[in-house]
T-cell receptor, first 116, second 117 residues
């Protein structure tokens, strides 16, 4: 099992360019998440999905769009990149809780994005 | 208001000594979980340990233990016998059973631990 994979690992964009980050998981998880990590800020939730065809906004959704057309994939799009979107992006997945709040959340390796 | 507070931006510990990383949290849920993750310089997020709000015993995983004090809303991570490979960022996180965003993990800002030889 590959777990959670992210493509690409690194990317440099110019302001105004667009791109899509791909997250794939092979654990048949229902829930998937996109986070961004900035220095001194910890991880903040951008968007999430609770199943194929569903998406919802997290804490910092502005400037991003997402799609979950297939259960195993969760795409994060930047339509017009801005320098403020320079960050490390993490995808994560987990199963819903059968009981109680524990189910380990598995993270991808991250994508380091720089917007010039 | 911050839900997860890690008050130590950076800490140093001598190799083979124990170290405690602080974490306090804020929630009105009765059912929640607390997690610790390690992020080495390579960048990946590594799950270390979990504590449920109803767990009576403190969680332990090898050299990691979680000092859970529910009344004080603290969930400190204790690393025993520190090793050079423990040098990393450590994040405390919480999941609320009835919180928004379908039980998303809420992260603290992290503590950078440096182990000195």
């Amino acid at each position: 099992n590959a777990g959670v994979t992210q493509t690409p690992k690194f990317r440099v964009l110019k302001t105004g360019q667009s791109m899509t980050l791909l997250c794939a998981q092979d654990m048949n998880h229902e829930y998937m998440y996109w986070y961004r990590q900035d220095p001194g800020m910890g991880l903040r939730l951008i968007h999430y999905s609770v199943g194929e065809g569903t998406t919802a906004k997290g804490e910092v959704p502005d400037g991003y769009n997402v799609s979950r057309l297939k259960k195993q994939n969760f795409l994060l799009g930047l339509e017009s990149a801005a320098p403020s979107q320079t960050s490390v992006y993490f995808c994560a997945s987990r199963q819903p809780d059968a009981s109680g709040p524990y189910n380990e959340q598995f993270f991808g390796p991250g994508t380091r994005l720089t917007v010039l | 208001a911050q839900k997860i507070t890690q008050t130590q931006p950076g800490m140093f510990v001598q190799e083979k000594e124990a170290v405690t990383l602080d974490c306090t949290y804020d929630t009105s849920d009765q059912s929640y979980g607390l997690f610790w993750y390690k992020q080495p310089s390579s960048g990946e997020m590594i799950f270390l340990i979990y504590q449920g709000s109803y767990d009576e015993q403190n969680a332990t995983e090898g050299r990691y233990s979680l000092n859970f004090q529910k009344a004080r809303k603290s969930a400190n991570l204790v690393i025993s016998a520190s090793q050079l490979g423990d040098s990393a960022m450590y994040f405390c996180a919480m999941r609320e059973r009835y919180g928004g965003s379908q039980g998303n993990l809420i992260f603290g800002k992290g503590t950078k631990l440096s182990v000195k030889p």
